[in-house]
């Protein structure tokens, strides 16, 4: 039986240059708070805890901290990768604290684009999930209507403003073919803009190969966070493929009964899945199955 590594697997730039950010500001000491989780691997996040930092859950608990200027006051407040509405900086800078600033740059480049287009009278189209994190920081720099889309049903049936013109973005880790087929059920509806392809290319690239690999795997391992939305759309990627498809998060979550015919385990992780957990993994299929 062989065990095949996707072509694009792991830590994603941005996410290697958020968690690295971290790391880094840890290392002589510091009291450090990170703005929600700073990527969503629970692994990550419970490596950094252990280390003494700290997530602030809501900009309710970033105002119970202490001002920069008392003693209790933390030595810096990371941002997340994900992102934040403009309003947390706003908060950051009245508070005295240091906002050492982790967003992704192709995230950083969609919150420009909402906040230039919306203050140029655009209806703002966000394809996304509606909660995640990076779209909540993306509504929060719109200046005007915004709308989020998830599914060619919603496209279908929801109600847009007419007079207005769109913009149309999409959350960096969406589904491509998902978001090119909402962009043209809108268009078929008649409305009127811009679209610009926010999917980062480290997202297509990493679908991309997940699906060839999918396509001639018997077996699939999605390896990811659970609340990790790019590594669900890997595992629904990977499902369309291949029918025995599983999402484990921990090399624990690992209980499978192989057929016996399998001739190819395919392997493929989120972008917030670190590259020892992926290799932990990857041996133990091959020495176990």
């Known amino acids: 039986m062989e065990v095949k590594?996707?072509?694009c697997t792991g830590f994603c730039f941005g996410v290697k240059r958020a968690v690295d950010t971290v790391y880094e500001q840890i290392k002589n000491g510091k009291t450090i708070y990170t703005y929600g989780p700073i990527v969503n691997n629970e692994e990550v996040v419970k490596d950094l805890a252990e280390k003494g930092v700290r997530v602030l859950e809501s900009k309710e608990e970033l105002l119970c901290l202490p001002d920069g200027s008392g003693p209790d006051a933390p030595d810096g407040v990371v941002i997340r990768a994900h992102g934040v509405p403009e309003e947390i900086y706003h908060i950051l800078k009245e508070k005295n604290l240091e906002c050492i600033d982790a967003t992704c740059p192709f995230v950083s480049r969609i919150q420009k684009k909402a906040e230039e287009e919306s203050r140029n009278g655009k209806h703002m189209v966000i394809v996304g999930n509606a909660g995640h994190p990076e779209v909540e920081g993306i509504i929060g720099w719109c200046k005007g209507g915004v709308t989020v889309l998830n599914s060619e049903q919603e496209a279908g049936k929801i109600s847009l403003p007419g007079e207005e013109e769109l913009c149309v973005?999409?959350?960096t880790t969406f589904n491509y073919n998902k978001f090119q087929a909402i962009v043209e059920i809108l268009?078929?509806?008649g409305y009127n803009?811009?679209?610009v392809n926010t999917i980062c290319n480290a997202t297509e690239e990493r679908q991309r190969s997940a699906r060839a690999l999918a396509a001639e795997a018997d077996v699939m391992i999605v390896i990811g966070g659970r609340h990790s939305?790019?590594?669900r759309r890997l595992y629904e990627i990977c499902s369309e493929e291949c029918s025995d498809t599983y999402f484990i998060q921990t090399l624990?979550?690992?209980c499978l009964d192989l057929p016996k015919t399998a001739r190819l385990v395919g392997i493929t992780a989120g972008a917030s899945t670190p590259?020892?957990?992926i290799e932990e993994v990857q041996n133990?299929?091959?020495i176990n199955f």
Do not use: F, I
């Open 169 to 171: 973005v999409a959350q």
């Open 275 to 277: 590259n020892k957990l």
């Open 193 to 195: 803009g811009s679209v």
């Open 229 to 231: 939305s790019n590594t």
């Open 5 to 7: 590594l996707a072509e």
């Open 284 to 286: 133990y299929v091959r």
């Open 187 to 189: 268009e078929k509806r």
């Open 252 to 254: 624990e979550d690992l």
